[in-house]
Antibody
Framework: QLQLQESGPRMVTASRTLTLTCTVS??????????WGWIRQRPGKGLEWLGY???????YYNPSLKNRLDISLGTSEHQFSLTLESVTAADTAVYYC????????????????WGQGTLVSVSS | DIQMTQSPSSLSEFVGGRVTITCRSS??????LNWYQQKPGKAPKLLIY???TLQTGVPSRFSGRGSGTEFTLTIDNLQPEDFATYYC?????????FGGGTRVDI
């Protein structure tokens, strides 16, 4: 059974860089028909899609993050990462990683497996 | 960006009742619309994908309809465990976006 787990710092100083890793178990990033995403949820707010990556390495980002965000594959087929530069208090949120699947025509469909989420606080 | 607008933002209903949540997109997204349920402190759970396909293991009291720009999620015979926040999500474009959420209260 595929499982995802986020890891990384719980607190980051403002203006520094946040790096989170998502570890995939019970499967791998090479699983056909999948995309691997990052989503966040600010306290008391809704879900915000940050970006995603395919096993090919192609990545797509939310432009609202203004080039601060990078999503990359790890050195193994079981990890991918989020790097967010120049963090501010507005980046305080629960960060989730998720696996999305593709439909028969190859278009992105829903995210059926999620990590439990990790709360990251930005301190001044 | 494709904007996703959910309505209402919150509602109250009795156990055993029926609720319908609407999600509208700012441009056509074909059938690339997914619905999630989220409970406090938990990750979202996929309920319906591609507008109307029930995810494995999700009770049949959940149903989804729509295409183009207007979509609905209906929950029949509302159960105590259904009280949660529901989000729609479009995956038609490379910039995936969520609706603002609908909170369903007892």
């Amino acid at each position: 059974q595929l499982q995802l787990q986020e890891s990384g710092p719980r607190m980051v100083t403002a203006s520094r860089t946040l790096t989170l890793t998502c570890t995939v178990s019970g499967g791998s990033l090479a699983s056909g028909g999948s995309y691997w995403g990052w989503i966040r949820q600010r306290p008391g707010k809704g879900l915000e899609w940050l970006g995603y990556i395919y096993f090919s390495g192609s990545a797509y980002y939310n432009p609202s993050l203004k080039n601060r965000l990078d999503i990359s594959l790890g050195t193994s087929e079981h990890q991918f990462s989020l790097t967010l530069e120049s963090v501010t208090a507005a980046d305080t949120a629960v960060y989730y990683c998720a696996r999305g699947f593709s439909d028969k025509e190859g278009y992105n469909s829903g995210c059926d497996v999620w990590g439990q989420g990790t709360l990251v606080s930005v301190s001044s | 960006d494709i904007q996703m607008t959910q309505s209402p933002s919150s509602l109250s209903e009795f156990v055993g009742g029926r609720v319908t949540i609407t999600c509208r997109s700012s441009q056509t997204i074909s059938h690339y619309l997914n619905w999630y349920q989220q409970k406090p402190g938990k990750a979202p759970k996929l309920l319906i994908y591609d507008a109307s396909t029930l995810q494995t293991g999700v009770p049949s009291r959940f149903s989804g309809r729509g295409s183009g720009t207007e979509f609905t999620l209906t929950i029949d015979n509302l159960q105590p465990e259904d009280f949660a926040t529901y989000y729609c999500q479009q995956t038609y474009t490379t910039l995936i976006t969520f609706g603002g959420g609908t909170r369903v209260d007892i």
